[in-house]
């Protein structure tokens, strides 16, 4: 079975500061990582996946994430955070089916 | 990239009624898509897995008789909500899995339901 852990419900950071939002799961076969953005009353938008290959995986809006498979992580990191990438993180993990985290709150303040 | 639309976006509905919800994948086929539940400030829940011409498989703990699923193309999936009552209010994402592209899922833009 899988699962998904996001240790932050919140993260606050000021504009141009750098963030990590913190992921880590268990899965018993193959991993196929996501982390996705929702911003509000709207659907999920796909950061970034991992799927096979290199362990640092860029995405869009320029976060990026690193898998690590002795640490079982997934974490999720932009180096200088703008106001407009305030929204919900959602880190999953595809399996039989796409097993979703509890989601990170990333509130930029100017 | 491949896109997944919703219809309608925004209902409101009295309770008792039902209410139909729309996903369509519109440049791919989608043999199987997803349907999750979200509350506010809440995680995804997923409610069930339709497959193209078959029978919904439904999460533990989802009223199927409650939740109709109905899959009956490659691009078109619906949801309807019967005997709608205030806590179906949600917002609701359904969500394509293009088998084309390594089995990536691509999301709609979400429903958001509110039963009166």
């Known amino acids: 079975a899988q699962s998904v852990t996001q240790l932050d419900s919140q993260v606050p950071v000021f504009e141009e500061a750098p963030v990590e939002l913190r992921c880590n799961y268990s899965?018993?076969?193959?991993?196929?990582l996501f982390w996705y953005v929702q911003y509000p009353n709207q659907g999920l938008q796909l950061l970034l996946k991992?799927?096979?290959?290199?362990?640092l995986v860029k995405g869009i809006n320029g976060f990026e994430a690193e898998f690590n498979k002795s640490q079982t992580s997934f974490h999720l990191r932009k180096p200088s955070v703008h106001i407009s990438d305030t929204a919900e993180y959602f880190c999953?993990?595809?399996?039989?089916?796409?097993?979703f985290g509890t989601g990170t709150r990333l509130q930029v303040f100017p | 990239g491949a896109v997944v639309s919703q219809h309608p976006s925004r209902v409101i509905c009295k309770s008792g009624t039902s209410v139909k919800i729309e996903c369509r994948s519109l440049?791919?086929?989608?043999?199987?898509m997803f349907w999750y539940r979200q509350f506010p400030k809440q995680s995804l829940m997923l409610m069930a897995t339709?497959?193209?011409?078959?029978?919904?498989?439904?999460e533990q703990g989802v009223e199927k008789d409650k939740f109709l699923i109905n899959h009956a193309s490659l691009t078109l999936s619906t949801l309807t909500v019967t005997s709608a009552h205030p806590e179906d209010s949600s917002f609701y994402i359904c969500?394509?899995?293009?088998?084309?592209?390594?089995?990536?899922?691509?999301f709609g833009p979400g429903t958001r339901l509110t039963v009166t």
């Open positions: 969500s394509a899995r293009d088998h084309g592209r390594r089995g990536e899922q691509y």
């Open positions: 899965s018993s076969v193959s991993v196929y």
């Open positions: 991992y799927l096979s290959g290199s362990t």
């Open positions: 999953a993990v595809l399996g039989d089916k796409l097993i």
């Open positions: 440049d791919f086929q989608a043999t199987t």
């Open positions: 339709s497959n193209e011409g078959s029978k919904a498989t439904y």
